[in-house]
C-alpha cells in the first residue's frame, strides 16, 4: 500500500476518534480541533494535486522491477501541427512511446489517432474533454467523460483504451471509483519536463528531462498544447532527449509492455 494512503486511513481514523472523544467524554479544544481539519485539508489536497502519491488510485510511474528502456509518454493531443513531427523522431531514432490523447481532440483528428497506432505506438486515454476542474465533478460527469473519449478511441482504433492519465494529474476518491469501473490502468511519470506551459524552453525542458532517463523511467512531455495555441517545448526539446537516450543505450518503450510484464502491481509506494 502506497504510505499516502496509509496515513490517509491512519488520518481518518483519527478523526474519527476525535470526533467519538468530543461526544463521549468532553470537547477537544478548539486549537486542536482546527490544526486536525486543517492538518487532514492539507492530506486531501496533496493526494488530490499529487498524483504520484498513489493516495486515492493506484499510480504505475515507473516500470516494473528489471525493466529496461524509457517509456516517453505524450499528452494533450493529437495535433495535426506538431504530432506528426513527433512521429517522425521517434521513428528515426526507432522509439517506440504511449500517447494520451483528448477525446474531443481524436474526434476532430481521427487519422493523426490511426497514424499513431499504425506506427506501432500506444493510445492511452487523457479523458474526453480534458476539463481542468475534472476534479471537482460528480463521478457521473466523470464516468461519462471517459466512457465517451474510450469509445471514441475504440471506434478510431478497434481496441479499447486501457491506460488512462487523468487532466492535470489530478485524482480523488470519485474519479478512482470510475477508473476501477472501467478498468483503467492509471499512468503516472517519473520524470517530466514541465513541457506543457506557454513560456517553457526547450533547454530547460531537456534539462529536467534527461538527468531521469534511466532503465524504467517514465517520462511526461507534450505533442500539443492543452489548447493549441502554442508549440510545447517538449516537440523541440525532444531531439536532444532522443539523442541522450541513444548515448546511454536506453531503448524507447511502450507503457504497456511493462504492464504485459507485471506493472499492474508496481504501482507508486
Known amino acids: 500500500m502506497p504510505i499516502a494512503r496509509a496515513l490517509l486511513y491512519a488520518a481518518s481514523l483519527g478523526a474519527i476518534a476525535l470526533v467519538a472523544r468530543s461526544l463521549l467524554v468532553a470537547p477537544v479544544p478548539l486549537a486542536v480541533a482546527g490544526a486536525a481539519i486543517v492538518g487532514y485539508v492539507a492530506l486531501l489536497l496533496c493526494g488530490v494535486f499529487f498524483l504520484g502519491l498513489g493516495m486515492f488510485v493506484d499510480v504505475v510511474k515507473r516500470g516494473p522491477p528489471g525493466a529496461r528502456g524509457v517509456a516517453l509518454t505524450f499528452d494533450d493531443g493529437p495535433s495535426p501541427e506538431h504530432t506528426p513531427r513527433v512521429l517522425d523522431l521517434l521513428d528515426e531514432a526507432g522509439v517506440k512511446a504511449t500517447f494520451f490523447v483528448i477525446g474531443r481532440k481524436a474526434e476532430a483528428h481521427p487519422e493523426l489517432v490511426r497514424e499513431i497506432a499504425a506506427r506501432g505506438h500506444a493510445i492511452g486515454l487523457h479523458s474526453h474533454a480534458h476539463d481542468r476542474l475534472f476534479s471537482l465533478r460528480s463521478s457521473r460527469y466523470v464516468a461519462r467523460d471517459l466512457a465517451r473519449g ?65 532503465d524504467g523511467a517514465i517520462v511526461l512531455l507534450h505533442d500539443a498544447a492543452e489548447r493549441d495555441d502554442h508549440t510545447p517545448a517538449g516537440v523541440l526539446a525532444l531531439p536532444r532527449i532522443l539523442a541522450a537516450m541513444s548515448e546511454r543505450n536506453l531503448a524507447g518503450v511502450r507503457v504497456d509492455a511493462w504492464l ?5 502491481d508496481h504501482v507508486a509506494a
Open 150 to 214: 474510450a469509445d471514441v478511441l475504440e471506434r478510431l482504433t478497434g481496441a479499447r483504451p486501457a491506460l488512462f492519465r487523468p487532466p492535470i494529474g489530478h485524482t480523488t476518491p470519485r474519479i478512482a471509483r470510475v477508473v476501477e469501473a472501467l478498468d483503467l490502468d492509471v499512468i503516472g511519470w517519473s520524470a517530466r519536463g514541465f513541457d506543457g506551459l506557454p513560456g517553457a524552453q526547450p533547454e530547460a525542458v531537456a534539462a529536467r528531462v534527461i538527468p531521469g532517463l534511466r
Open 260 to 264: 504485459d510484464e507485471g506493472a499492474r
